[in-house]
């Protein structure tokens, strides 16, 4: 008998429990809304990029030999052609007198072959030689020709090996670093010192697919640097990537801007502001609308005065307004207050209408 009147009580206090709580999944949530419509997401892009040098080179060695002597400095200012560094040149300066010598050679060899040549044609026409003897002359000449064309090759080689002994600046610019000294054994691709100018610089930004589209080749950019302080510089967009970074899927906009005070310096990051070619009007929905759940961005309609859970592929965002590339259609009413409060399907009721 006592155990029927405790389970009368638990059923007593469970019923009404179990109504409140389905009452609760039916209360409508209040939420507002605003319409996705198209407007002008804005006539720019911006994104973050990082300075590189207009030029960078890694200067090596094209040929072996002991470092006899080390012209340059780290930090220096080198000039187009300077001499960085020389190599031991006596074996390269052997070679060169012998391949003069063998030109020389060559040379009186066939002028030998030439005279003796016309002195066979002038036989030849007062009937003293035989046309075979005669053949035999002028083959003579092109054997001499043919070493005279090796030993000029060879002395060009000569030079090259003796030239390839000093180590020279390929452009104008400064030696940052400098790998070998004095008493160094080098071989060909061996690096000898890190040259970079930056007369001027790039920077390299990462934008959208559609950004990429409309940025124009050779219009302005405006770029500040953090590292510099306030002010903005003015910059010229030389190229624009068609192929994606495999890591970060934007498409790679390089700048070029120029360094007349020697202030920039490789990796300093760039916030870059670009102009588009032809500014176009986007789907657009306010940006507190639009919320990321399981890596994927989100948005909650209403429809019937129901709310709808839907998947959308946001594009740039200008302030408080978000492109939207897929999932939603002009006129849709996203919720913008109350979305946290919400699940799929669950009943809303729109303030203010």
């Not at 391949?99 to 005279?115: F, G, I, M, P, Y």
Request: charged share 25%; proline share 3%; with cysteine.
């Amino acid at each position: 008998m006592c155990r029927i009147f405790l389970l009368l009580l638990l059923l007593t206090a469970v019923l009404p429990l179990q109504a409140d709580t389905q009452a609760g999944l039916n209360t409508a949530v209040r939420v507002r809304v605003a319409t996705a419509e198209y407007a002008s997401i804005g006539d720019h892009a911006t994104a973050s990029g990082v300075v590189i040098p207009f030029r960078r080179a890694i200067v090596a060695a094209e040929a072996a030999g002991r470092v006899v002597e080390r012209l340059v400095q780290p930090g220096d200012t080198v000039r187009s052609g300077q001499i960085l560094l020389q190599l031991d040149d006596e074996r390269a300066r052997i070679a060169l007198r012998e391949a003069q010598a063998r030109k020389r050679t060559q040379d009186v060899n066939l002028a030998e072959a030439r005279s003796e040549l016309a002195r066979g044609e002038n036989l030849r026409q007062r009937q003293f030689i035989s046309e075979d003897t005669l053949e035999t002359l002028r083959f003579a000449v092109q054997r001499a020709i043919s070493g005279s064309s090796e030993a000029d090759a060879a002395l060009s080689s000569a030079r090259r090996m003796l030239a390839d002994t000093q180590i020279r600046a390929p452009f104008d610019g400064s030696a940052e670093l400098v790998q070998v000294d004095v008493g160094d054994f080098v071989n060909p691709g061996s690096p000898i010192a890190t040259l970079v100018d930056f007369s001027r610089a790039r920077v390299r930004a990462g934008v959208t697919a559609r950004e990429a589209a409309q940025i124009g080749i050779g219009s302005t950019a405006r770029i500040g640097l953090e590292a510099l302080g306030a002010g903005l510089l003015n910059g010229q967009v030389k190229s624009v990537s068609r192929i994606s970074d495999p890591g970060s899927g934007t498409y790679t906009v390089e700048i070029w801007i120029d360094n007349p005070d020697d202030r920039l310096r490789e990796g300093m990051l760039a916030s870059v502001r670009m102009g588009f070619d032809s500014p176009d009007r986007s789907l657009t929905v306010p940006s507190v609308s639009v919320f990321r759940r399981d890596g994927k961005m989100h948005v909650f309609i209403v429809r019937d005065n129901t709310a709808e859970l839907r998947t959308v592929e946001a594009g740039r965002t200008s302030g408080a307004t978000t492109e939207i590339v897929h999932g939603l259609e002009a006129g849709d009413r996203v919720v913008v207050d109350g979305q946290f409060a919400l699940r799929d399907s669950a009943p809303v009721t729109v303030l203010g209408g």
